[in-house]
């Protein structure tokens, strides 16, 4: 769920041609615990791809723009300042170095797959404005039964995430992806609560690399090393139940390998301190102790929220550290999904108006559980 506006002056797909302007006779050495072994040369590079070798911190391009340069860069070495209109890099955020890969590019996004009739379709998709009701102003804590509801919604949604991750594998496309899953929640009776939302085209959202979230499916094939996030919603029962998790598609880098155990490991940490009475404030504070201890950047618009009956409402749940002073309520369900990301967190939003991206075309990933708050602490659903 984002939250705010943070779109692009001008719309950008998927990032603003001639953002790397990279042919360069400049040495550059690299920090000393990058992993690189020698100087470095700026060398061409096609029109949306990333340069060969970008150092979070130090530069935001290779770039012969870059005509000012600045003594104490990384390890007192020289600094290029890019004066082009995007920024490849956050400098706050040092020592990661952003290997080399194209962007992703937008492919052909075919038609919705259909709902079997006899499955039951949540309110907005006969009526749009249904997305919006109490549930956007009032916290309402579930019953028992709406916690069993729930329980079999999320095991579902769980399952569903599963098989995704048996079939994520380079030459997949997404939409091949997107329609096994489609077919997987019809089957166990549910319709993906994604399909119609808002307008959304497709039953499930998925994010490659640079991609933060809201991914339509296409024909675009996964490529190995891709980092793929699956972020499935299904509604059955008369609830809702949400969840995501990012795998490697084939072999990655130890950098993007980090970046999804990182992400993990702030989920659960976030997860972990919820409880009845605890500030909401603990759970931004869990993801951003380990996104600092990682060196990655948290996206702090993109936030959790409360489901049950409704997709998406009350309370908003928000991954950086806030002063958030509302507690926890027994009974009341919400997601976390926090998304942490190699370079800047800051995203731009392609033209079709759903997809998210980095400005800097870093990767990011995203893990999200739907939970419950107990007497004893939380339950989580998916």
């Known amino acids: 769920m984002i ?9 950008v797909l998927p990032m603003e041609a001639g953002t790397w302007h990279v042919h360069t006779p400049r040495i550059v050495r690299p920090a000393h615990d990058s992993g690189l072994s020698r100087y470095s040369h700026g060398s061409p590079v096609a029109v949306g791809e990333l340069p060969s070798i970008m150092l979070v911190g130090a530069m935001s391009c290779l770039c012969v723009a870059a005509r000012r340069s600045v003594r104490g860069g990384l390890n007192g070495y020289v600094r290029n300042s890019c004066r082009r209109k995007a920024s490849v890099a956050d400098p706050t955020v040092a020592g990661i170095v952003v290997p080399a890969r ?9 038609a919705a797959l259909p709902v079997p009739p006899h499955i039951v379709r949540p309110p907005y998709v006969a009526e749009p404005e249904a997305v919006r009701g109490w549930w956007n102003m009032r916290i309402q804590p579930k019953s028992a ?3 069993v509801a729930m329980r079999a919604a999320g095991k579902l949604a769980h399952a569903t995430l599963d098989l995704a991750g048996e079939l994520i594998k380079p030459g997949v496309t997404s939409e091949e992806l997107e329609a096994e899953l489609h077919q997987f929640m019809c089957d166990g009776g549910a319709y993906p609560s994604d399909l119609l939302y808002k307008g959304f085209p497709k039953s499930v959202m998925i994010s490659v690399n640079e991609v933060i979230c809201h991914g339509i499916p296409d024909d675009r094939p996964m490529e190995n090393g891709d980092l793929v996030n699956v972020d499935v919603t299904l509604y059955m029962n008369g ?4 969840t995501a998790r990012t795998w490697v598609c084939g072999e990655t880098d130890d950098v993007g390998r980090r ?4 992400t993990k490991e702030a989920l659960d940490a976030a997860v972990a301190a919820c409880r009845p009475g605890a500030p909401m404030k603990v759970i931004g504070d869990a993801v951003s102790d380990i996104a600092d201890r990682e060196g990655f950047g948290v996206v702090k618009t993109l936030v959790g929220h409360g489901i049950g009956e409704f997709f998406h409402g009350v309370p908003q749940v928000f991954h950086t550290r806030t002063n958030d002073p509302r507690k926890m309520l027994e009974g009341t369900a919400f997601t976390i999904e926090p998304v942490l990301t190699e370079g800047s967190p800051d995203w731009i939003t392609w033209d079709d108006g759903w997809t998210n991206a980095t400005r800097d075309g870093g990767r990011a990933v995203q893990f ?5 708050i107990t007497a004893d602490g939380c339950e989580v659903f998916t």
């Open 3 to 11: 939250v705010g506006a943070q779109i692009a002056p001008s719309v």
């Open 102 to 110: 194209k962007l992703v590019a937008k492919g052909r996004v075919s």
């Open 145 to 147: 039964e709406d916690a």
């Open 239 to 242: 609830f809702h139940a949400d």
């Open 259 to 262: 970046l999804i155990s990182a």
């Open 368 to 372: 999200e559980h739907t939970l419950m």
